[in-house]
């Protein structure tokens, strides 16, 4: 168990985005949790660590959130593969499931930005002098060496997709007999682009933050793989004895004009399929949450919210309950973990005809990242919006749910949508049968 770092105010602000690159190019595992681009709210992490398995016997959080402090103080911060959730919850899945692989990063020290009051923490183990953490921080105040920035290995290379869309519309249309069958609900049906090559993790996450900025936005780079994420959906967060969980479902691109943008958002709104799919999960969720909270505490906080992000409208809901006593990090992801928003309902069964439909992993793709703290408190995000850089290859994922009112067309076009901001930060095109012209 590592011990607590001790948080100091640092007498000036600093934005996080200035101090990444030199860290990067420093060291070989670090971490960024991005609040995002511009953002007046919420913290920020940037630090690193030594990777560890996922620290499941943590207990969660009960005290009181002491105002004003990094709600981060010493910890873990690290991602879980879609696969090892799948297969301790029951379900087959495709490739290897690796639960006690090390993605997680025991924090050695880090900066905590607070955006509302903009204000800077260190964070540093206990006994080390102002002078030491002072002089890491001025070291990333160097601007990193320009032969460190990596070039696309492709000039504008061409996404490969793992199904093509009239492949992707007959596997909803499967999805849909399913449905009619009385099997399931609804089904997250999901699909990878893949972008072979060398890629620059560091000025692809620049690129992708700058195009679509999220809350739960991040770059983490473990074992030499990285996932950079744009996502805005909240997986899980604990804190003071109270989990909560915000389940997106629903989704609608940005118009090109503020009358059709808001009409956009009105449709979102009003749409019965978005409302049916959103609720569905909404009651997972809240079954999740009843393995784990005090009885007759779970509470819908919110329903049907359309929150606006640069390329999409998204429909969010939140849910919420006071954790029971002694529950642990391992027992909460047991309940909850994959999310119902990337599986379906009921969830095992879900998960179970489309390890069929899918025929392939998802990876990190539809699991989730962002801290434990060691004192249990968790801010978990959803890998969404995504992107997976390994040593030759990047990966994007992207999906949708599918109910008996989807249309096939309407769901095709909306992976589309998902798809084309991450790759264009690659530096890659849509294959030729994805782009969204030919869609429409």
Known sequence: MPDRLSPRPLPSWVASERLFPALAQREADVFWLDAGADAVEGWSFLGTGVAEPLPGDVRLDTDPVEAGMPPLRGGWVGWRDYESGAALAGAPVAGEAEPDARTWLRVTRALAFDHGARRLWLLSPEGETDDEGE??????????????????????????????PDAYQGLIDRCRDLIHAGIAYQLCLTTRFTVPGTHDPVAVYERLRAATPAHHGGFLRIGGRALLSASPEQFLHASGGVIRTRPIKGTRPRGTDAVTDAALAAELAADPKERAENVMIVDLMRNDLSRVCVPGSIRVEGLWEVESYPAVHQLVSTVSGTAAEGITVGVLLEAAFPAGSMTGAPKLSAMTQLHDLEGAPRDIYAGCFGYIGVDGALDLAMVIRSIVVDADAAFVGAGGGITWGSVPAAEVREVATKARAPLAALGAEMPATWRSDILN
């Not at 460190?148 to 093509?164: I, M, S, Y």
Request: charged residues 30%.
């Open 135 to 164: 002089r890491w921080l001025q070291s990333l105040l160097t601007p990193p060496r320009a032969e460190a920035r990596v070039r696309a290995a492709e000039a504008r290379p061409v996404a490969e997709a793992r199904h093509t």
